[in-house]
């Protein structure tokens, strides 16, 4: 019995544990479109009849899966508080939780079943060395952030100083300064904010030439991190 | 006879090839530029007798090109069933079908003749290139196309959670948050959706630092690849 | 006479050459100033005075040194035909012309004095580097043009097919969602026209995706070819 | 007592020295966020007693810090003057200054109290490194920062010419087109300025096409040499 759930949960190369991998990523794609049909406004009740039973489906599967994997695992403790345990958890405790709790909190109950997500990590190699990449450059990516964020915030006091006398309602404080910042430095520019003042402007000509050189580096390590995270991958097997 | 079509429309170095091969590259771009006057609105209506004439003309050139094709190819069926033995029959397709059909889907019909610009590749070295680098690094692609289209999803999810309650207009649902992930997360930011409370605006501060080194990775990708396709191509010949 | 003007306009390492081609770039630099002020509205009578003899002043010299340089050349027709002989022409005809020509074509010729900047790539080692790089990635940046353009193309017509007729005041032609094109697929996302169609969105959303690596290519060649331009230029001097 | 401020201004191993490092990065993020809180409009009374309080005392920590490190400096003269020296006057100086001071330049005195960010470079290698990368680099920002501002230039005298008809309060003169410049060749793109016309759309194709690469040049210049600065910095201590 245990040799038989330990072949179909554990990953190896016989049929039938690659079909239940194959199953069980079906479940979590099933689950999070679910997830996502249920935030469509004016459903019909019968709809949500449908949905609640999928997400009810899968929720015993993985339920399922999970006291299968304590089951089978020799080390219990371990397992139960390794990354992928507590992630199996939580794909399946809001589930459990939404019927002792009053309706106001169950919003961010439902989010939390976006944890599925993270249960495809483990059958995909590639996301495994991605994670693994973030981690290796963490410091290289914690430096470069902090650089970037002073930027942000010597953008947003330089813009603050310019506008808030002509704009107040958007340039009200610092903070709302590091809006506009952020959604300048990156280019993303909305344009629900952007200086009018003469000073202003020309302040933004001269932290665009420069800032975009500084905000583009986190960037460029993520992207090289990951990029050369993947490369190797498909030379191990 | 045949000969002479073999010379004519198989690509080699004698003069008449050459010219016919410019002739019909020439009709494809004036067929691609009738097709956009076209979609002016109120045309003269001698335009488009001008038009409609230029289109048949076009129509009839690449029929003979087609059959042509046909004619001297070694191996027919190979031919017809080939990429460009596709293309060269949808470029004329629609024209003969648009005969016998009403006219509410003409309008679809009409956009076939699109595939017309595809043509061109059987002239450009570097697009063949293109074409076929795109498919060596299909694997790379679909892979972090997997990862970018995870994180947009994820973004999307969230800022749903945010801006629902204050902008239930913009944010409906989860399906209508990803068109705010999209924009956002390719920096494009039309300002059309844009997040209000300072929840989401956080989010979008912290996803927007993170995000953009991952959706940068399949476009990076794609550039590498296509630059690597091409650099040779001049060595070649 | 003659070696004493060569001396002076021709660069070589005597201080009295130094300082005349320092007093050309100032006046190139002042007289583009000169005629952005001039672009200014409501200005004083006094203040066109001034403008003008600024400009007169910096057309007396440039003429001087046209004249000179003609004068102090080996081989006179090959310096007029030139590309600097065309310049320093060009840079002093507009102010000779607008004696002869009534008013409304003047503004068209005041833009020609602009041509004055490209005087400065004399001066400018590393502008002529940038220009000779240019030149020598011409072929490779014109093939990536002509596949950014289909692109750009490709996605005018796909959105023209999906928004013409929800949106027949922003898409009324394809060369319309042309504009839109360009904007969107640089990222410049301005926000005067996008997608609102289900259809259109979804369509934009992988345009997007892969668009970018395209468009991103002919950037990252002009950029590189003038990053190369530029390093070997302080180790020559 | 010299040896004593010595061992705990100046940075060495010593836990003493590491705990005085550690407060003074503390107190300067501390009046930092201090800083932006009074930025808050409708701040209460007593709130204001509060952060009044704060900056008061963290000019007391820096006034000390300040003294210390001119009383155990070997060349005092050498150290006021110097970087850091600097920095550390202009930390306390606008405090100081506020008392005589009349209220309606206190704002921009106030706005000096963010030198005090710099004050972190000192406790920061990969900041040090990034100062030096810039030092380093100037060269080649300058040069770009030329052909760049002259690209801007270039495009804002185009667009100035081509829109100031059609729209003359957004394009009145060539200063305000450069508005428009920075914002679109950045790919910002706030949507508060664009052109309308047939001719300006036309001219914004063909200068986003070329002019972004030039654009990118000074971000990536910048970007590369800051990635140089970091790297090395993890293997020398």
Known sequence: MKNYLKNLVEPNNSKRSKRFAFFIQFLIILSVITFSIET???????????????EAFCVVIFTFEYVSR????????KFIFSFFGIIDLLAIL???LSFGIDLRSLRLLRMFRLFRLF??????????????????AKEQIILFMIITLMLIYFAAVGIYY???????????SVFDSLWWSIVTLTTVGYGDVYPITVGGRIFTFFILLIGLGIVAIP????????TKAVEPSSEEE
Chains 1, 2, 3, 4 share one sequence.
Do not use: C, W
Not at 70 to 77: G, Q, S, T
Not at 221 to 226: E, K, Q, T
């Open 94 to 96: 809001p589930f459990y």
């Open 70 to 77: 304590i089951f089978v695992a020799d080390n219990k403790p």
């Open 162 to 172: 310019f506008e808030n006398e002509a704009q107040p309602e958007h340039f009200t």
């Open 219 to 226: 960037t460029g390590i993520i992207s090289s991190s990951l």
């Open 119 to 136: 249960k495809l990590v483990r059958y995909n190699k590639a996301m495994k060395h991605f994670a693994q990449a973030m981690i290796a």
């Open 40 to 54: 469509l406004p004016d459903l019909k009740p019968q709809t949500r009849v449908v949905l609640n039973a999928i």
